[in-house]
Structure formats: structure tokens, C-alpha cells
């Protein structure tokens, strides 16, 4: 049972969004769901095509960035705000910025403003360890490291994180901040490391790694990140934050060579490329705060995780075809309109 029963949740259609509704429905039956997304190109209905015909759960076509949208569908009915809303993928961010400030800064600033008005009472900032910015060879992110984003991305989630903060102190709004770092898992669009790499070696194209590919994240399966935000939602200190991962240090290639293991792929696809400006060279959290005052812990190992993730894409292709030739679009458009 959750003192949380009626979830607005933002950014449902993405991948770590679509996760977690599936398994917050499926974790707590007294829960009831409103999906609020507005359908970019990262997020894509069929996500939750098996959830749709539940009685607890319902969606909204919307942007997080317009206000009047914001308030038609956040009301008083709600217990709490979800924000998984967001632009993603740093590469994009670096091509273009803009759409990043919108919906990750102004976005999150215009949901605090109509959760202040509501009788919401917890609001909860899904962010990310990017925040902090790059770590050396050793040491591990804490909630009291400096903030020091190097990405127009990672910028933009600090910026929204500070936004959230303020709306604390000054209004007192029930925010909890989570910072997670790097999911894997099922409906990741393949834009992003390992279904990149999956979906790729499975058409026999090209790994494009990038600089020396020794860069190293700290990989956490999303069921775990999802069982942390319901963790963070129900037991989090309001003005909170709470650092969210796996323990799982593998460098670029390291992962590279995982993948082409489980699908008995040799490294011949393995294509060294220019690297991402700016780079981050490595990201570790230490979840101990989490783990110690919200009672969690990652359940999955990560080579089953990531096996399983690997069968996941082997035995979807239709999805992750349809995705990358961007021919789920015409199931929106028959589903919600054109954009
Ligand atoms: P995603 O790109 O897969 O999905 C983003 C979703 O947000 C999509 O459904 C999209 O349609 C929606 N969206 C975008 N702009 C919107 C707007 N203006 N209004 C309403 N909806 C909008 O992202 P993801 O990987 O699932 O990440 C979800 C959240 O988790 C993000 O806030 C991200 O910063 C954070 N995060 C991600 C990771 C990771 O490894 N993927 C790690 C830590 C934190
Ligand atoms: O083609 C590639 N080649 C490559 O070498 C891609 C797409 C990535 N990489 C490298 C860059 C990173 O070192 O792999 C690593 C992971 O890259 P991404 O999957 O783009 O993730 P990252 O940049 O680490 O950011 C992710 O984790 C934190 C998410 O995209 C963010 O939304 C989240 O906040």
C-alpha cells in the first residue's frame, strides 16, 4: 500500500518512464496512473502498449513546457508528480541546445509552478549523476559533490535540479530530487550505448566507440532505478536528494565486447570513431544515503541484466526497427493525431 495513490507522471512514453509505470502498476495495486508525455521522438506509445486497457491507467498528449496544457491536466486529484520528462541524449544536445532549455528547464520550472498551486504533496525531480560532472580514475559522486555539468544536457538537468531546490525553500513544495546514473533495459531508444550496440551488431553495422572507448559509467538495470523513485517517493525527507546506482564500473569497450559475447558476434564490428566533445571520462555513484535512508538496494546482477536486455532486443525486433525507421510514428498519428 502507498499513501501515493494517484501519480501524475511526465515523460511515461520514454524509456526509464514506460518502465516505471509498468512496474509501479505492477508493485502496488492500489496506484492509479495519468501519463502526461507530449510525444517527441524519444517517446513512443507502444512502450505501454500492454498496460493501455488498465482501468489505473490513463495519457495525455501534452508538453511539460506549456502551461495551460499543464494546468487542464494537473489537478487537485493528485498525490504526486513524477518528472521523467526530458531531451536525453547528450550527442543531440551538443548539435543543438535549444530544445533542452525548454523542456528540461522551463518545462520543470512551469510543472513546480502548477504543482505549487495543486494540492500535490511530493513532487519528484527524476535527475541524473551527469549533474556532478567527470570523475578522475578514483573517488565516487556523493549528494554534497559540487555540481559541475559539462554538457548542454548534463547543464540543463543541474539548472532544473536548482529550480526544484528553490521551490523547496521558497515555497515549500514536497520536492525529492533522485540522481541516477547510467539505466539499461528493455524500450531504450537505440540511440543511446547498448541498444545502439545491440540493435547494430544484430544488422551486422558498425560499434561506433568513441576516442579510446575506455571511458567508464556505472550501469544500474531500470526495475532498480524504478524500485529507488518508488523508494524515494513513499520514505524520501522532503528537500532530499538521493544519489541512485548499480555499482557497476565497466569502461565503453568492456560493455562493447559484453554485447558482442552474448550475441557470438566477433570485435571485427568494433569501429573506433572522432570522440564526443567533452567527454566525460567517468561517472561512480555512491548510493549509500539511498540505500541507508529509503531501505533500497538493486536487486539484479549485471550480467543477467544485461543478458536479459540483450534476449530483449533479439526477440523484439519489430519494435526496435520500427523505431529506428521512424515508422511508429504512423501508430501515434493513428492513435493521438498528428504532432
Ligand atoms: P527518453 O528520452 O527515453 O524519454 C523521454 C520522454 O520524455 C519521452 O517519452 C518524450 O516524449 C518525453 N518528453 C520530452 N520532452 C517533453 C515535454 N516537453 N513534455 C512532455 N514530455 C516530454 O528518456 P529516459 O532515458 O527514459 O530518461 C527519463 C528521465 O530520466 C530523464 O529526465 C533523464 O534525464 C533521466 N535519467 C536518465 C538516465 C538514463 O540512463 N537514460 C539516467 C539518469 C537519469
Ligand atoms: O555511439 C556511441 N558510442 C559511444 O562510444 C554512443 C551513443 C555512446 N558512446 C559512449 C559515450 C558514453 O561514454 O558510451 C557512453 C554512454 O553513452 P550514452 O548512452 O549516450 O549515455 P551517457 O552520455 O553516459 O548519458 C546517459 O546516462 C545519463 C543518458 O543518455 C542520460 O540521459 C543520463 O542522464
Not at 71 to 90: C, G, P, Q, R
Not at 195 to 220: C, H, M, Q, S
Not at 269 to 279: A, C, E, S, W, Y
Request: net charge negative; proline share 3%; glycine share 8%.
Amino acid at each position: 500500500m502507498s499513501s501515493y495513490k494517484r501519480l501524475f507522471v511526465t515523460g511515461g512514453c520514454g524509456f526509464i518512464g514506460s518502465n516505471f509505470i509498468r512496474y509501479a502498476l505492477a508493485n502496488r495495486s492500489d496506484v492509479h496512473v495519468l501519463n502526461f508525455d507530449k510525444l517527441t521522438y524519444a517517446g513512443n506509445a507502444e512502450n505501454l502498449a500492454d498496460i493501455e486497457s488498465d482501468e489505473r491507467y490513463s495519457f495525455v498528449r501534452g508538453d511539460i513546457a506549456d502551461r495551460k496544457a499543464v494546468s487542464d491536466a494537473l489537478s487537485d486529484d493528485f498525490d504526486a508528480v513524477i518528472n521523467f520528462a526530458a531531451e536525453t541524449h547528450v550527442d543531440r544536445s551538443i548539435l543543438d541546445a535549444g530544445e533542452f532549455i525548454t523542456t528540461n528547464v522551463l518545462g520543470t520550472q512551469v510543472l513546480l509552478e502548477v504543482a505549487r498551486q495543486t494540492s500535490v504533496s511530493r513532487y519528484v525531480q527524476i535527475s541524473t549523476d551527469e549533474v556532478y560532472g567527470s570523475l578522475g580514475s578514483t573517488g565516487y559522486f556523493t549528494e554534497k559533490t559540487p555540481l559541475a555539468p559539462n554538457s548542454p544536457y548534463s547543464a540543463s538537468k543541474a539548472a532544473a535540479d536548482l529550480i526544484v531546490r528553490s521551490y523547496h525553500h521558497t515555497f515549500g513544495l514536497g520536492v525529492v530530487i533522485t540522481r541516477c546514473s547510467n539505466n539499461f533495459g528493455p524500450y531504450q531508444f537505440p540511440e543511446k550505448l547498448i541498444p545502439l550496440f545491440v540493435t547494430n551488431a544484430l544488422a551486422d553495422e558498425k560499434l561506433p566507440l568513441y576516442g579510446d572507448g575506455l571511458n567508464v559509467r556505472d550501469w544500474i538495470y531500470v526495475d532498480d532505478h524504478s524500485s529507488a523513485i518508488l523508494a524515494a517517493l513513499e520514505r524520501g525527507t522532503v528537500g532530499e536528494v538521493y544519489n541512485i546506482g548499480g555499482g557497476n564500473e565497466r569502461s565503453n569497450v568492456e560493455i562493447t565486447r559484453a554485447i558482442l559475447a552474448a550475441l557470438g558476434k566477433d570485435g571485427s564490428l568494433i569501429h573506433f570513431v572522432k570522440d564526443r566533445p567533452g567527454h566525460d571520462r567517468r561517472y561512480a555513484i555512491d548510493s549509500q544515503k539511498a540505500r541507508r535512508d529509503l531501505g533500497w538496494k538493486p536487486l539484479h546482477s549485471f550480467g543477467d541484466a544485461l543478458e536479459a536486455t540483450v534476449r530483449w532486443y533479439v526477440d523484439n525486433p519489430t519494435w526496435w526497427q520500427r523505431v529506428k525507421s521512424g515508422e511508429y510514428r504512423d501508430y501515434y498519428q493513428k492513435q493521438y493525431g498528428s504532432r
